[in-house]
């Protein structure tokens, strides 16, 4: 236990593999077997337990591991023979050049600057190191570690973090208060000790919270709403919003999905145990964080398609307790009934939203400001990104909106803070925002997946 001491010493605490929640699928007769990541065995050969060296094992042979095989190796601390040189994205030239000039045309409150931070290709949700390394996911197979070394406020490097694991649909990371880096991914979910301290390297150690397959039953796994986020909250639990595959699921679907949390979020143990539903009737939450100082868990959550240019709204929704329920597939948003389940009795205790947003913008990454860069009455209000419509016919959104809260967390006013990535002449987007974090000067990073971008808004307090 050589390897793990020494990291217990350093302050860090390493996650274990959590135990099945849903038996892994057999492939049909003619399928074949599935290449991804398979859950580690409780013992390494030799008799030796994760994160410790047996004396008769031997050094990997040369070239690299397959991905199937290359978690278990970085579980045990071993090397998996990936290239050293890394994949890094471009930080000049032509592209850098274009997205500032898009950053022309967004207009801020008086004061405010937005500057390129990094371009970052498919960026989506983030996660902000002690160090200041920024960690961002994808709806694809990459998560990238984005560098300012020299402290100047744009990026220095983007390169790719943990090349040697086989993502699929990281798009959900979080740091836990100890330094413990989360990717939530479309079914399974990994932590990352140390994860600015390996970084820089392609192995990378890292250790198995919820195995492939267990997130959800494989039976549901869709290419539609699967992009996860994840939080760690104030109890010290582990928090993943599972979105729904469908626009209204049918009512079969409804026993199995409460009972496994799909259409909500769950909440478990760090380490992946005591798994329990902690939200119900959400439709497809991409963006959760919990307000400072208290245990109230504020979500995003995205309304019903095909009802509509001007309905249903989109969501704002706080939870104040375990176990509420927030309306969805009875209402699609708002207070506005599907025709799915107009002839079925609604829950009694539904949850309204406390803010009822643009229809159809997609609202997504949601954050409450704790920095010091902003004027006072920024402090603790919320700031969320506005993805923008797919399907509307006049587009709406592609923008970053302010909530300012009351004193008890009532909303006082809801605005747009940052606009101007749709073109209102030609209806074209020129970014579409997905999420929103605070860097630790206090100023806010906005990522962009379609511009493939990190944007840093600051304020000038010499004004």
Same mark, same amino acid.
């Given at each position: 236990m050589k390897t793990r001491k020494a990291l217990l010493g350093a302050g860090l605490m390493l996650v274990a593999g959590a135990s099945g929640l849903f038996a892994q699928?057999?492939?049909?007769?003619?399928?074949?077997?599935? &290449?991804?990541? #398979?859950?580690?065995?409780?013992?390494?050969?030799?008799? $030796?337990?994760?994160? *410790?060296?047996?004396?008769?094992? =031997?050094?990997? $042979?040369?070239?690299?591991?397959?991905?199937?095989?290359?978690?278990?190796?970085?579980?045990?601390?071993?090397?998996?023979?990936?290239?050293?040189?890394?994949?890094? %994205?471009?930080?000049?030239?032509?592209?850098?050049?274009?997205?500032?000039?898009?950053?022309?045309?967004?207009?801020?409150?008086?004061?405010? =600057?937005?500057?390129?931070?990094?371009?970052?290709?498919? #960026?989506?949700?983030?996660?902000?190191?002690?160090?200041?390394?920024?960690? @961002?996911?994808?709806?694809?197979?990459?998560?990238?570690?984005?560098? !300012?070394?020299?402290?100047?406020?744009?990026?220095?490097?983007?390169? @790719?973090?943990?090349?040697?694991?086989? /993502?699929?649909?990281?798009?959900?990371?979080? /740091?836990?208060?100890d330094g413990i880096l989360y990717v939530a991914e479309h079914n399974r979910v990994l932590a990352f000790p140390a994860a600015e301290f390996f970084y820089e390297g392609p192995d990378v150690a890292a250790e198995t919270?919820?195995?492939?397959?267990? +997130?959800?039953?494989?039976?549901?796994?869709? /290419?539609?709403?699967?992009?996860?986020?994840?939080?760690?909250?104030?109890?010290?639990?582990?928090? %993943?919003?599972?979105?729904?595959? /469908?626009?209204?699921?049918? &009512?079969?679907?409804? !026993? +199995?999905?409460?009972?496994?949390?799909?259409?909500?979020?769950?909440?478990?143990?760090?380490?992946?145990?005591?798994?329990?539903?902690?939200?119900?009737?959400?439709?497809?939450?991409?963006?959760? $964080?919990?307000?400072?100082?208290?245990? *109230?868990?504020?979500?995003?959550?995205?309304?019903?398609?095909?009802?509509?240019?001007?309905g249903p709204p989109g969501e704002i929704n706080r939870v104040t307790a375990a176990g509420q329920n927030f309306g969805f597939p009875w209402y699609g948003g708002g207070t506005v009934r599907t025709k799915e389940y107009a002839n079925a009795q609604p829950p009694g205790d539904a949850v309204r939203p406390v803010v009822e947003t643009a229809n159809h913008a997609a609202d997504l990454g949601i954050t409450f400001y704790d920095g010091r860069m902003f004027p006072e009455e920024y402090r603790g209000a919320i700031f969320n990104a506005q993805h923008g419509s797919w399907n509307r016919t006049t587009p709406i959104g592609a923008r970053v909106m302010v909530t300012f809260l009351n004193p008890d967390g009532t909303v006082r006013e809801y605005k747009p803070f940052a606009e101007g990535w749709l073109d209102e002449e030609t209806n074209e987007y020129l970014g579409r925002p997905v999420d929103v974090a605070t860097l630790r000067d206090g100023s806010l990073l906005v990522s962009d997946d379609m511009a493939g971008a990190i944007y840093r808004i600051s304020y000038d307090r010499q004004r």
């Open positions: 699928p057999q492939p049909r007769p003619g399928q074949q077997q599935d &290449q991804r990541p #398979a859950q580690p065995p409780a013992a390494a050969p030799g008799g $030796a337990v994760p994160g *410790e060296f047996s004396p008769g094992m =031997r050094p990997p $042979a040369p070239g690299p591991v397959p991905a199937q095989g290359a978690l278990e190796r970085l579980q045990q601390f071993r090397t998996t023979g990936t290239a050293m040189q890394m994949e890094t %994205v471009p930080q000049d030239g032509r592209r850098a050049d274009a997205l500032r000039r898009n950053l022309e045309r967004i207009k801020l409150p008086e004061g405010f =600057r937005i500057e390129l931070y990094a371009v970052v290709p498919d #960026a989506r949700h983030m996660a902000v190191g002690a160090s200041g390394v920024v960690f @961002v996911g994808t709806r694809k197979t990459r998560v990238w570690a984005v560098t !300012d070394r020299d402290r100047d406020r744009v990026a220095d490097e983007v390169k @790719v973090f943990a090349p040697s694991i086989g /993502f699929s649909v990281p798009n959900g990371l979080c /740091f836990s208060p919270v919820v195995a492939q397959g267990q +997130l959800i039953p494989a039976s549901e796994e869709s /290419f539609n709403h699967g992009a996860r986020v994840c939080r760690i909250g104030p109890d010290n639990k582990l928090y %993943v919003s599972l979105g729904q595959p /469908f626009n209204v699921p049918l &009512q079969a679907k409804m !026993d +199995l999905y409460n009972r496994v949390g799909i259409g909500g979020i769950v909440r478990m143990d760090r380490d992946g145990k005591n798994r329990e539903v902690y939200a119900r009737g959400i439709r497809n939450s991409v963006g959760i $964080a919990f307000r400072p100082g208290t245990q *109230e868990l504020w979500f995003t959550d995205n309304q019903v398609d095909g009802m509509g240019d001007d």
